[in-house]
Every structure is written in structure tokens, then in C-alpha cells.
């Protein structure tokens, strides 16, 4: 069946280094790949979305690279800072006539060490 | 522009009761999703409406419900609540336009 899944569920980064969050997902039907970052008390908030022709997107200090042959999918987050500290959630979404379905991987928190 | 919110915030309720949950989308924004959000189960989504009607389902009892009204703003029902149903519910609106769901804060349910 469809999932999506995290391979960490915590990752623990000094401030200013670089963080990397790694999702496998199994539905190669995927219309995009989101990141989600969820803060605590917040719902989640929309960082950075890739379509799935794509391997790499790049944002303000994110970058998410695609890899279709072994399924998985990852943030970077250059240059970590403390209010970088969430839970990120990896989600797939497949877009049809009308209607689209998003399914949510299970989130790695991340706690940046100042 | 004004975020997606929700109502109310925090609820206790007790195992056979029902609650209902309100959910303001941005506006413009016709399509409004549901989540339930546990520490076990991460994210899972419970219903979408478009224009006053269900689109989408996810894989929750009929003790699940919800509806839409003519200005976007939903509600979801849940009747006869177990214990497990203590959750956070996420509800998010996006546009017709580029799909990028917008969440609120979510209502956290606590059933005693």
C-alpha cells in the first residue's frame, strides 16, 4: 500500500551546520513531494514542494532532492539555526481532476544545539 | 489575509459523547482537509470538501463526519468518542489554484 516514512525520528544538529531529514515514501504515482515543518503548538507550515519530473529544488537555505530510483526524498537546511528547531514532516500528494490527496510521513524532530 | 483558524482550541470531552470542531479556511479558498494528528500515528487524513461537498475520504469510522457551508467554513463531527480519539485535528484550506494547503492550529481533543 501507499507510505510515506521517516528513516530518523530525531536528529540532533550543532547550530550553523548543515542538517539533512531523509524520507522513503512507496507511491512512485506521487505528483509532488512536500516538507512540512511543524512547530510546537502550530500546525504544520508549507516550506518547500518538489514535483516529481524534478531531482532538486532549491529555496532560501532548503534544498530538496528527489531521488526516484530508490524512492527517497530529503531537506537540507544550510546553516541550522535555532528557531530551525520542529518536527519536519515529508508528505506526498497526488493531484487529479479536481481533487488531491495528501498522505503524511511520520516526522523527525530536529533540535539544533546552540 | 487572515490564516486558517480553528475552534475551539483545547476540548474535554468523555468517552460517548460527540464534538464538534469549527474550521474557518483563508479566504477565497474553497477546499477545506481534515487531519488527526497523534503521537502514534502521525498525520492521517480524515476528509476533504470542495463547494459544500465531500471529495475525498480517508480510512476513518462513520463515527467521522463532517460538512461545509455555502462560505467555505467546515465542521467535523465525531460521535460516540473513544478514548482514542484524543488527538490534535488539523484542518487546512487550499485554492483552486496551486493546491498548497494552508493549516490552522488545530484543536487538540481530549477524551477522558
Known amino acids: 500500500g501507499e507510505s510515506v516514512g521517516l528513516h530518523l525520528p530525531t536528529l540532533s544538529v550543532q547550530e550553523g551546520d548543515n542538517s539533512i531529514i531523509n524520507c522513503a515514501y512507496s507511491?512512485?504515482?506521487?505528483?509532488?513531494f512536500i516538507w512540512y515543518k511543524q512547530e510546537s503548538g502550530k500546525g504544520p507550515q508549507f516550506i518547500i514542494d518538489?514535483?516529481?519530473?524534478?531531482d532538486k529544488r532549491q529555496g532560501q537555505r532548503v534544498t530538496v532532492l528527489l531521488n526516484k530510483t530508490v524512492k527517497h526524498l530529503s531537506l537540507q537546511i544550510a546553516a541550522t539555526q535555532p528557531g530551525d528547531s520542529a518536527v519536519y514532516f515529508c508528505?506526498?500528494?497526488?493531484?487529479?481532476?479536481?481533487?488531491?490527496?495528501?498522505?503524511f510521513g511520520t516526522g523527525t524532530k530536529l533540535q539544533v544545539i546552540p | 489575509k487572515a490564516g486558517v483558524t480553528q475552534t475551539p482550541r483545547y476540548l474535554i470531552k468523555t468517552r460517548g459523547q460527540q464534538v464538534t470542531l469549527s474550521c474557518s479556511p483563508i479566504s477565497g479558498h474553497r477546499s477545506v482537509s481534515w487531519y488527526q494528528q497523534t503521537p502514534g500515528q502521525g498525520l492521517q487524513f480524515l476528509f476533504e470538501y470542495f463547494s459544500e461537498t465531500q471529495r475525498n475520504k480517508g480510512n476513518f469510522p462513520g463515527r467521522f463526519s463532517g460538512r461545509q457551508f455555502s462560505n467555505s467554513r467546515s465542521e467535523m463531527n465525531v460521535s460516540t468518542l473513544e478514548l482514542g480519539d484524543s488527538a490534535l485535528y488539523l484542518c487546512?484550506?487550499?485554492?483552486?489554484?496551486?493546491?498548497?494547503?494552508?493549516f490552522g492550529p488545530g484543536t487538540r481533543l481530549t477524551v477522558t
Open positions: 518538489i514535483r516529481s519530473n524534478m
Open positions: 508528505a506526498e500528494k497526488i493531484v487529479g481532476r479536481g481533487y488531491q490527496k495528501v498522505t
Open positions: 507511491n512512485s504515482a506521487s505528483d509532488y
Open positions: 487546512a484550506s487550499s485554492s483552486d489554484r496551486d493546491y498548497e494547503q494552508y
